[in-house]
């Protein structure tokens, strides 16, 4: 079982709508979770990072973490097609400096 | 102030040929890490730096691959007799302390096999 599994998508929605971005980890010592937003053919691009449990809220964006089911999520709310990426899950996972990424999900808004 | 640097930005190479990447972390952050992103994998770990320490060489997937930092700053990440499985975005990011998780990442170099 991979440590962090996220669906590849391709994930298309219209603009404006709200977006909904999920992983799933396989152990629960993790504690750190991270967001990272990837332009084709450019390096990730740090989003958001939470600690624990609870919600984390930045402008459009909300961070999620659900410890009871190991489940992380994204929203993005009044998606714009600026926002067309793919969105990348990450944990340093058990403690460890190197990040565990999820495969990604490649997220296209529609004008 | 500046990003994380890589050059090049691309790179085609012949099958067997060695190549080495570089990498410019942020200023002041003593960690330094290298990925690798292909289609099939996802973004896979490749080996980590941090100070005088020893790195974590755990994620290289074979003895073809070799890093070295210099002064704390600038990494080198070298491919010895490269294969067509090579072919991948090598990522470099950094960090401004071990216990800082928040990793930056570069633009990434592109490395074609052929």
């Known amino acids: 079982q991979k440590e962090v599994e996220q669906d590849p998508g391709p994930l298309s929605v219209p603009e404006g709508a709200i977006v909904s971005l999920n992983c799933t980890y396989s152990n629960s010592a993790f504690q750190y979770f991270m967001w990272y937003r990837q332009y084709s053919r450019k390096g990730p691009e740090l989003l958001m990072y939470t600690y624990s449990s609870g919600n984390k809220e930045d402008g459009r964006f909300t961070a999620q973490v659900d410890k009871s089911s190991k489940y992380i999520s994204l929203f993005i709310r009044d998606s714009q097609p600026s926002d067309s990426a793919t969105y990348l899950c990450?944990?340093?996972?058990?403690?460890?400096?190197?990040?565990?990424f999820g495969q990604g999900t490649r997220l296209t808004i529609n004008p | 102030g500046a990003g994380v640097s890589q050059s090049p930005s691309n790179k085609v190479t012949e099958k067997g040929k060695d190549v080495e990447l570089r990498c410019d972390p942020i200023?002041?952050?003593?960690?330094l890490y290298w990925y690798r992103q292909s289609l099939g994998q996802g973004l896979e770990f490749l080996i980590y730096?941090?100070?005088?320490?020893?790195?974590?060489k755990s994620g290289l997937p074979s003895d073809r691959f070799s890093a070295e930092r210099t002064g704390g700053s600038v990494s080198t990440l070298t491919i010895q007799r490269t294969q067509q499985e090579d072919s991948a975005v090598y990522l470099c990011a950094s960090s401004l302390s071990p216990t800082a998780y928040e990793q930056y990442f570069g633009p990434g170099t592109r490395l074609t096999v052929t």
């Open positions: 990450a944990t340093p996972g058990r403690g460890a400096q190197k990040l565990v």
């Open positions: 200023s002041g952050h003593t960690a």
């Open positions: 730096f941090q100070g005088n320490s020893a790195p974590d």
